[in-house]
């Protein structure tokens, strides 16, 4: 059995589908045997996971799965082995850095709180 990392993608459409277009690119594992059966296995995930759905103001809101837009074996799985990268550009290089802070400090005091219940 092989590990592939599936790149998944959907389309996020709010209503009658009037505002800016919105996509979801979810990285998910898969163990299959090879490349075909790992790309036929996402399919089938993106396909199944498909949703419609009242939003809090009673509008339609659908998840449309698109296609799976990328497939990566990997080859080990080891600690700290890169799994994903993309490049992307800001206009506001502070801004991006301020909320990536952000968001690590997020991560820290959430995980700092969940360890310290266990205690």
Known sequence: MNWYLAKIVYRI???AGEHTAQFDEQLR???AEDELHA???AQLLGDREQETFLNTKQTL???KFINVSEL???DTL???A???SKIKEEEDADSFIHV???KAAHLLSENAEQFLQTL
Do not use: M, P, R, S
């Open 82 to 84: 890169e799994l994903y």
């Open 61 to 63: 809101v659908q998840w």
């Open 72 to 74: 990566h074996k990997l």
């Open 13 to 15: 459409i709010c209503g």
């Open 78 to 80: 080891i600690d700290g």
């Open 39 to 41: 790309f036929n296995k």
């Open 100 to 102: 990536t802070n952000l």
């Open 29 to 31: 594992l898969i163990a």
